[in-house]
Nanobody, 118 residues
Framework: QVQLVESGGGLVQAGGSLRLSCAAS????????MGWFRQSPSKAREFVAS????????YYAASVKGRFTISRDNAKNTVYLQMNSLKPEDTAVYYC???????????WGQGTQVIVSS
């Protein structure tokens, strides 16, 4: 069974940067579309960014576009989320997800906490 393991979360000041990683235990990683989502205590889980298996197409939520970058290294079975210019409202648990195509995610990681202090 494919497992997704996120890492890289932590505490950062507003304006700072973090890079999240999500490692997949799958030999067919390049066939998966990957996404990042986040959830804070007072909100429902929301979409952050996604990337197709080939890495050629990326998509972002309006709230993070221009600040966050999703990328993947299929040789390392890993997807990344580079987060710059972080804001307190980016505070959340960040989850990576995998699926056959964008929007069709059926595998989820356990999440990694990001806290942005003002």
């Amino acid at each position: 069974q494919v497992q997704l393991v996120e890492s890289g979360g932590g505490l950062v000041q507003a304006g700072g940067s973090l890079r999240l990683s999500c490692a997949a235990s799958s030999r067919t990683f390049s066939s998966f579309a990957m996404g990042w989502f986040r959830q804070s205590p007072s909100k429902a889980r929301e979409f952050v960014a996604s990337i197709r298996g080939s890495g050629g197409n990326t998509y972002y939520a309006a709230s993070v576009k221009g600040r966050f970058t999703i990328s993947r290294d299929n040789a390392k079975n890993t997807v990344y989320l580079q987060m710059n210019s972080l804001k307190p409202e980016d505070t959340a648990v960040y989850y990576c997800a995998a699926g056959a195509d964008i929007g069709g995610y059926d595998l989820w990681g356990q999440g990694t906490q990001v806290i942005v202090s003002s």
